[in-house]
């Protein structure tokens, strides 16, 4: 009984979990070095960056939007916190500098979409490339290299023998979970998604829980700046290209849907680590970086027609 | 021009949606050159009979004949090809093509390039367009021409197709005196080229100036087919409305207290006119009209869902001033929409979240929603209000609609809500749960709640209020008490009489 009201609430989940074990097991079988743990922590560090964003993907997905600015704003905040620390500023004044600008260019958003009512995909759209050059005019175009230690160390750092990258995006996801299920954000944010104008007429503020929905992303997008920056050791303006696409994909492999309004924040970490588990695994058995790019893109549409697949015969 | 022979006949219609009987054999023909009107109240199944013939519901059941020949329409397309043409209130056009290039959809004239001919898609569109003297470039974007302009767009769409028979849904709903007048000379044109008009409307002087014949359906039934001539408007009405009162309405009076809400020349430019009416706490008060009466659009103007020109609201006898849903809520208002999984319910939340959704702030610190008291309300109402649901954890999508109603009800009484706006609050619910409401609005005026009624079932309206208002053309035509209210009486004023 208990476990069938288990599968019932996360059946979704579940099956992507499956699917993830299902793939370990096999690039296992083609490559035993897979499976030890060094091998794992790789993983999840790699995985940190693309699973962080998705945190804040799966918000801005599950309330009906898309955000297509995130990998635009990493670059942003990721330069002007180098410069920065470049201009000898302390580090923790760095890092807040680098998250408030991500959170603004991301209430940027929300405001365009909540108050100037304009389609998610073109808000982000022109904020994607308002960031993008943003960056390159603030740096000049050339990356901003070279660290102290100190910086360094949250990224190369570890806590009882885990990298500080991956404490960071299990904290991220605790909290990410915390406030999806037990906050009135993240009550508003299924609401919107479900059923905006329902929501509207139950008297809630809609607009200012969009905007918040879309800082959120950005926030977390300069959080995976930090980190990014650090493993690095240098901040690029032409970094996070195309990792907007990495985060709605791990969103929606982890079964959040694109009409909004349902989804589940574990789902995404565990699409964005089928993601990573896919990229390791074929960088250890020796395929090309081309074929990867192939082969993600299948894993992606083969993902979706299967949930919708069995989302048709549950109906 | 009627020549003696039926182009169509339907015999033993019967159309039955899930929990309902749509149409139940039901009669009608049409003669050649006739203007056939379709007269029967909100729901009487008249949109369900068109759609039958415009190919929108083939699941009927009955025979149809065209020209004596037993016909099949299974789709809108095998509709066109039999010549079977349909206009609707909201019109089908691109508003960003042109009237030409509207007219020819689908079936552009090609040239032998395979690129399409625009200059026959031109002419062959101006001189349909002129043969029915509409006056319309052919050449101009729909959206630069006005409704009435656009509606000949689509009659010349339909003629361009061959059309026999010509339905017209409430064409003159959105029509000015003038242009009325032009839609009728168009139609008398169509009549005499040998078309047949099936016209449906609810405005009484139209159907005497342009109708020859009148069916009257009533709950799914043919009630009567007559002449127009030598009928009159109360026996019209009569037919629409003559029905014993089946449902019983266990209406429990309560001596209404202080005044709840007064409102004070409410407008909204062509959309309210002038509304002044006061609601007390322990009535209810029905508001009746017909179909884009402004009965809708006078709640959402109440709860602050749209904006208004004029007019003031006071409520217990103070001028509040409401500009937004959350603001309406604020001062204690709810509102039932009328779509309930449109506008009332957030489908894939659970049972729980949709009734505290417009309170959550109660069960909430510094953001923080406390779970158990939240759990405690919603199940209180469950309880309350018997919601029959697997759990408070379920999806209000897997409820029936009645209980998906009490939901809704449930998210107001938890929002402390004292003046309650009912829009159709019963509408596709099964009857037993309709006796749950109405005993629930009973429970809730006898403490002191203010409810206004909203209902397109005029024996609802009849059976459950205290005092009804009916609405025509975005104005209160007029008040009746509770005992002086009749059907026909009603009627009669949301059909623009006196």
């Known amino acids: ?315 | 021009m009627i020549s003696g022979r039926p182009v169509l006949e339907m015999h033993h219609i019967g159309q039955v949606f899930p929990g309902v009987v749509a149409l139940d054999d039901v009669h009608f023909d049409l003669m050649q050159g006739e203007v056939h009107v379709l007269l029967g109240e909100n729901g009487a199944g008249k949109s369900t009979l068109v759609k039958i013939l415009s190919g929108a519901n083939p699941r009927s059941s009955g025979q149809i004949l065209l020209d004596g020949v037993e016909v099949r329409i299974e789709t809108p397309r095998r509709a066109q090809e039999l010549g079977i043409a349909i206009i609707y209130q909201e019109l089908n056009l691109i508003p960003a093509l042109t009237a030409a290039e509207n007219i020819f959809l689908g079936r552009e004239p090609r040239r032998r390039s395979g690129f399409i001919d625009q200059k026959r898609v031109v002419t062959d569109a101006q001189s349909l367009l002129d043969e029915l003297h509409a006056g319309i470039d052919a050449s101009r974007r729909v959206c630069e021409l006005s409704v009435a302009q656009q509606q000949m767009v689509e009659v010349a769409r339909a003629l361009s197709l061959q059309a026999r028979i010509l339905i017209m849904d409430e064409p003159t709903s959105a029509l000015t005196g003038q242009e009325i007048g032009e839609l009728f000379a168009l139609i008398r044109r169509l009549t005499q080229r040998g078309v047949s008009v099936i016209y449906i409307s609810h405005r009484m002087e139209e159907i005497f100036e342009i109708g020859e014949r009148v069916t009257v359906l009533r709950d799914g039934r043919h009630i009567e087919t007559r002449p127009i001539a030598g009928t009159s408007r109360e026996e019209l009405v009569r037919l629409m409305v003559n029905r014993e009162l089946k449902e019983h309405f266990p209406k429990v009076r309560v001596e209404p207290g202080a005044e709840a809400l007064r409102v004070e020349k409410l407008s909204r430019r062509g959309v309210l006119e002038e509304i002044s009416f006061t609601l007390r706490r322990g009535e209810v008060l029905g508001i009746a009209g017909l179909l884009g009466s402004g009965r809708t659009e006078l709640a959402r103007a109440l709860f602050g869902a749209d904006p208004v020109d004029g007019g003031r609201i006071f409520i217990k006898g103070k001028p509040v001033r409401i500009g937004s849903p959350r603001d309406a809520i604020h001062q204690g208002i709810g509102y039932l929409t009328e779509d309930r999984k449109g506008q009332g319910l957030v489908l894939n939340l659970a049972v729980r979240e949709n009734i505290c959704l417009a309170s959550l702030a109660r069960f909430s610190r510094l953001g923080w929603v406390s779970r158990t008291r939240e759990s405690n309300a919603a199940s209180g109402f469950v309880d309350k209000l018997r919601i029959r649901t697997p759990g408070l954890g379920q999806q209000v999508r897997y409820l029936s609609g009645g209980n998906q109603q009490k939901v809704v009800m449930s998210k107001w009484l938890c929002s402390e809500s004292r003046i309650l706006l009912f829009d159709e609050p019963t509408r596709g619910i099964d009857v037993g749960a309709k006796v749950e409401i109405y005993q629930l609005m009973n429970k809730l005026a006898a403490d002191g709640a203010a409810i206004l009624m909203i209902s397109s079932e005029l024996a609802e309206i009849i059976g459950m209020s205290d005092r009804v208002l009916v609405m025509c053309q975005g104005r209160i035509a007029g008040e009746l008490p509770a005992a002086e209210a009749t059907q026909q009486k009603i009627l009669n004023l949301a059909l623009g009489g006196n």
Not at chain 1, 38 to 49: E, K, M, P, R, V
Not at chain 1, 65 to 83: E, Q, R, T
Not at chain 1, 204 to 233: C, P, Q
Not at chain 1, 287 to 313: C, E, N, W
Request: positive net charge.
């Open chain 1, 1 to 315: 009984m208990r476990v069938k009201s288990l599968f019932l609430q996360h059946g979704r989940q579940l099956t992507t979990l499956f699917v993830l074990i299902l793939l370990s097991a096999a690039l296992w079988a083609l490559s035993p070095h897979f499976m030890s743990l060094s091998n794992w922590l790789n993983i999840a560090q790699q995985t940190a960056i693309n699973a962080i964003i998705a945190a804040g993907m799966t918000f801005v997905i599950i309330s009906a939007g898309i955000d297509l600015s995130v990998g635009s704003i990493l670059a942003l905040s990721g330069v002007v916190m180098a410069s920065a620390l470049q201009a000898g500023a302390p580090v923790p004044l760095a890092l807040l500098l680098c998250l408030v600008v991500g959170a603004l260019c991301g209430s940027a958003n929300g405001l365009l979409i909540a108050r100037g009512k304009l389609p998610p995909f073109i808000a982000t759209l022109g904020m994607m490339s308002v960031a993008r050059g943003a960056a390159l005019i603030f740096s000049d175009g050339r990356p901003v290299s070279g660290f102290a230690p100190g910086f360094r160390a949250i990224a190369n750092g570890e806590f009882l023998a885990i990298p500080l990258p991956v404490w960071i995006m299990a904290a991220v996801y605790l909290i990410a979970h915390l406030v999806l299920s037990r906050t009135r954000l993240g009550r508003y944010t299924y609401a919107i998604g479900g059923n905006e104008e329902a929501t509207l007429l139950s008297g809630v503020n809609v607009k200012l829980h969009k905007t918040l929905v879309y800082s959120l992303a950005g926030l977390l997008s300069a959080l995976a700046a930090i980190l990014l920056t650090a493993r690095l050791n240098s901040a690029q303006p032409i970094a996070g290209m195309n990792y907007e696409l990495d985060a709605i994909a791990a969103t929606v492999i982890g079964g959040t849907s694109l009409l909004g309004g349902e989804g589940q924040i574990f789902g995404t970490l565990i699409g964005a680590f089928i993601m990573g588990v896919l990229r390791n695994g074929l960088n250890l058995l020796g395929v090309s970086s081309f074929v990867q790019q192939t082969v993600i893109g299948a894993v992606i549409i083969v993902a979706v027609l299967l949930d919708m697949m069995m989302k048709k015969r549950r109906s």
